[in-house]
């Protein structure tokens, strides 16, 4: 059994355990390397402890001093920063898991991908972002990278890791969120705490908004775009409640194939790891007699119109999608900090990408740039906008 070292960028999250749960599973066929997280020194030592890491690194400097306490006598190395993010990421190890939520997962995820490293892609937000570059570098540095988003995992299962001519279009399935039966108007009233609450999967608090609003399958259009090179033309987006059909590839010749699994993402994680291997693990098995029935819909993009505009980022393209993704960062943070409604998010994200022209990013510079104006953008459309208190969570009320 040949023995692989993994670094784990964003290990404190819930892909992060999830993935560190797999390798601990593994009977010895993983082994931690570093673990990377943004400001929660206390856990990340205990894990790096725990999975006896070589390096542990905070991104929040600040958060370094408690790191180093906590991991004294260890002979755990520790770092700090983005340099730190940078010195995680281009370690030997053979795996990075690129967990780190948002933008901020976009240099130490290329810098891996630069190394010509096997990346695990859990950040979507980098091929959104910065997809024709990443894309661009990995295939330059021979680097591989393999969807763990259980949607585009599922398709990557069923192309057996590689498109072919005979592929007609790409059918990415969607939960529909908490809210999927609410109308515009009892949508406008949520709360942080009840956005929060996904009907199937356990999520961190900002994918789980953007869930809600169904954003997080317009970036997941974004990023089947540039993991599969697939036209937006011929992607497509069903709602299908149950969660055990994560997506489908059809093909010309009329045929349908389908990944389907528990809601559990240890399964797209072990996947990520060890393919075209598979792994023994410890997961639910699904019963499809039990299950009886599995339902699917069209998405209402009047009731969701973060599909729609999505779609239009891609078309777009350039810094559109750049410009899409931090707005919507930006006002998903202001939700929740109950600075605005529910509402507000995609209209924020709207209003940005209208009031904003900006040429293609050519590189990681000009995207972080971008990204910056975007967030400047959204904070003025929102203190514009005037946000009262309809977005308080349950818990100021």
């Known amino acids: 059994m040949t023995v692989q070292s993994v670094t784990v960028l964003g290990a404190t999250g819930s892909v992060g355990r999830s993935t560190l749960d797999v390798i601990a599973r593994s009977n010895g066929r993983f082994v931690v390397d570093a673990l990377a997280a943004g400001k929660?020194?206390?856990?990340?030592?205990?894990?790096?402890?725990?999975?006896?890491?070589?390096?542990?690194?905070?991104?929040?400097?600040?958060?370094?001093?408690?790191?180093?306490?906590?991991?004294?006598?260890?002979?755990?190395?520790?770092?700090?920063?983005?340099?730190?993010?940078?010195?995680a990421a281009l370690r030997p190890a053979e795996i990075v898991m690129a967990a780190i939520v948002g933008a901020a997962g976009l240099a130490p995820t290329l810098a891996a991908v630069r190394r010509g490293a096997?990346?695990?892609?859990?950040?979507?937000?980098?091929?959104?972002?910065?997809?024709?570059?990443?894309?661009?570098?990995?295939?330059?540095?021979?680097?591989?990278?393999?969807?763990v988003d259980s949607e585009h995992n599922a398709i990557f299962q069923a192309l057996h890791g590689r498109v072919t001519p005979g592929v007609e279009k790409l059918i990415l399935t969607a939960s529909g969120g908490p809210f999927r039966e609410r109308s515009r108007a009892e949508m406008a009233k949520v709360t942080a705490a009840q956005a929060l609450r996904h009907p199937t999967w356990s999520m961190?608090?900002?994918?789980?908004?953007?869930?809600?609003?169904?954003?997080?399958?317009?970036?997941?259009?974004?990023?089947?775009?540039?993991?599969?090179?697939?036209?937006?033309?011929?992607?497509e987006?069903?709602?299908?409640?149950?969660?055990?059909?994560?997506?489908?590839?059809?093909?010309?010749?009329?045929?349908?194939?389908?990944?389907?699994?528990a809601?559990?993402?240890?399964?797209?994680?072990?996947?990520?790891l060890a393919w075209p291997d598979r792994l023994d693990i410890a997961t639910d098995r699904l019963d499809l007699a039990s299950l009886?029935?599995?339902?699917?819909?069209?998405?209402?993009?009047?009731?969701?119109?973060?599909?729609?505009?999505?779609?239009?980022?891609?078309?777009?393209a350039g810094a559109a999608p750049t410009i899409l993704n931090a707005a919507n960062e930006a006002a998903v943070a202001a939700f929740l900090a109950g600075r605005i409604g529910f509402l507000e998010i995609v209209a924020t994200v709207t209003e940005v990408?209208?009031?904003?022209?900006?040429?293609?990013?050519?590189?990681?510079?000009?995207?972080?740039?971008?990204?910056?104006?975007?967030?400047?953008?959204?904070?003025?459309?929102?203190?514009?906008?005037g946000a009262g208190t309809t977005g308080r969570s349950e818990h100021e009320r």
């Open 118 to 147: 096997t990346v695990a892609l859990a950040n979507k937000e980098c091929l959104v972002c910065a997809g024709e570059i990443v894309t661009r570098e990995a295939l330059r540095h021979g680097a591989r990278i393999v969807p």
């Open 237 to 261: 987006v069903v709602i299908h409640p149950q969660s055990v059909v994560h997506s489908l590839v059809a093909f010309r010749d009329g045929s349908l194939l389908a990944q389907l699994g």
């Open 204 to 235: 961190g608090p900002k994918i789980s908004i953007d869930s809600a609003t169904m954003m997080n399958k317009g970036l997941e259009l974004i990023e089947a775009h540039h993991l599969f090179q697939m036209p937006e033309s011929r992607l």
């Open 40 to 87: 929660n020194a206390r856990a990340l030592a205990e894990l790096a402890i725990a999975h006896r890491a070589k390096l542990a690194v905070v991104a929040d400097e600040r958060a370094w001093p408690a790191l180093r306490e906590a991991l004294a006598g260890t002979g755990i190395a520790t770092a700090a920063g983005a340099s730190g993010l940078a010195e």
């Open 353 to 385: 990408l209208e009031r904003t022209a900006v040429a293609a990013p050519a590189g990681v510079d000009d995207v972080l740039e971008i990204d910056a104006a975007a967030r400047r953008m959204a904070a003025a459309v929102m203190a514009a906008r």
């Open 263 to 272: 809601a559990d993402m240890r399964i797209p994680i072990a996947c990520a």
């Open 292 to 316: 009886a029935r599995l339902d699917f819909q069209a998405p209402d993009e009047d009731r969701f119109p973060a599909l729609r505009v999505a779609r239009h980022a891609l078309r777009q």
